[in-house]
Structure formats: structure tokens, C-alpha cells
């Protein structure tokens, strides 16, 4: 389905760092036409969906597709769940699947659809995906890595959590950059050895495409 050209499409994430991590995957595609907004949290997206379907760009046509995004942490099924309900309460959209384009109202309305990372079926956050796609290119940080969780959970009884993982392993991989630079996510993404192009990327990096209906460079 194609959209006139002065659509848009709109990426909705979970938190200011999912953006950054989109935005990378997007630009490495050569997609355009997108815009990026984060909900603060998963229980903010009721709230952020209400006042967005409020707004004339979703009403009007000017918003073609809406991809919704969220970490499964420890439960893929659970989180499907919770953003199917909530689309449900909000916009009495009945999406079917996670990755598949819901339309309704004739198509007058946005499409939408659910993505919920690290992988369909899998217990995980954005994070996992980086990490996975940095392992093929930057093993020496991630071992390191590997053995001071290890050293903290046999010392310290301290499992660390993929997030805590992840900005550990942001730190170590940039190595000389100025301290700010490598405390700042934002700033710090922009010099992280992951490959954006990799195929762990390759559904998030579909979906995106179809959100700007447009074909991966």
C-alpha cells in the first residue's frame, strides 16, 4: 500500500535510548520520511496514544503507519499483551499479531504496528540485539565484560540486568573518547562498534522501512 509523498511514518519507542538505537538503524537503511518519538516507559503509552490520536496528522491523513516498540524483558508474551490491550482501550485497534500491519476505519486511519524487541518469542530489550550484533566485532570488550559479571555474581551475589550489561560495554568499547562524551548515550552511540547493517537488525529494519514506505538501501 502506498502513501502520498507528503506522508509521514511514525516510529514510537519506548524510552530516549530505543530512539537513538532506531534512528541509527534507519539512517544505516537510507530511510526517510520517518519521525521518532519515545512514550517514557510502558506505562505511559496509553497516554501518549490517547493524546496522538487527538492530533490532526492522525486524523488527516498526514501519518500513514504507526510502529509501536517495546522491550519484551522478562516476558515476550506479556508485553504483546499489554500494548494489544492498550491499543485496544484506546484506539479500539485490534491488532492480530506482533509485526503485522493493522488497518481499520476503511483505511482512513494510520496503520499500525507492533514491534516488540529483542525478537518475536524471545525475553530480551533493544539492548540484547546491540550487544549481539557488537559481539561480531568487538569480542575483546564483551569478554571483558563477560568476566566482571561473573566476578560480581560469584562475589558479590550481583546479577547484573541487560541494561546495566549494556552501559557497561558502552563505556568500554569507546575507549579513549572524553569521559563526557562516553557517559552521554546519545553521544556515545554515535562512536559504539555495532554493525547497524547486521541481520540481527534485519526485521526491526523491514518494519521501519514499511513505516516509511519505502524499500531498505
Not at 80 to 88: A, G, I, P
Request: proline share 4%.
Amino acid at each position: 500500500m502506498s502513501f502520498p509523498r507528503d506522508t509521514h511514518g511514525l516510529v514510537l519507542c519506548e524510552g530516549k535510548g530505543d530512539v537513538a538505537v532506531m534512528e541509527k538503524v534507519a539512517r544505516s537503511a537510507k530511510l526517510s520520511r520517518l519521525r521518532f518519538k519515545y512514550y517514557s516507559g510502558k506505562t505511559n503509552l496509553y497516554s501518549s496514544l490517547e493524546v496522538l490520536s487527538k492530533t490532526a496528522a492522525f486524523n488527516c491523513g498526514s501519518l500513514s503507519r504507526i510502529l509501536i516498540t517495546r522491550d519484551a524483558d522478562d516476558s515476550y508474551q506479556q508485553a504483546w499483551d499489554e500494548v494489544r490491550e492498550t491499543l485496544q482501550l484506546v484506539l479500539g485497534s485490534f491488532p492480530q499479531e506482533p509485526e503485522q500491519w493493522h488497518y481499520s476505519n476503511g483505511n482512513a486511519l494510520p496503520a499500525i504496528a507492533v514491534w516488540i524487541a529483542p525478537a518475536k518469542g524471545q525475553a530480551g530489550m533493544i539492548e540484547s540485539l546491540c550487544l549481539e550484533a557488537a559481539s561480531k566485532v568487538d569480542s575483546s570488550s564483551l569478554h571483558c565484560l563477560s568476566l566482571f559479571s561473573r566476578c560480581l555474581q560469584q562475589n558479590n551475589r550481583i546479577q547484573l540486568h541487560e541494561k546495566e550489561r549494556f552501559g557497561i560495554w558502552t563505556i568500554a568499547a569507546q575507549g579513549a573518547s572524553p569521559r563526557s562524551r562516553r557517559m552521554s548515550f546519545r553521544d556515545a552511540i554515535e562512536q559504539l562498534p555495532i554493525p547497524w547493517d547486521d541481520k540481527v537488525f534485519a526485521t526491526l529494519r523491514s518494519l521501519l522501512a514499511e513505516t516509511a514506505d519505502m524499500q531498505p538501501g
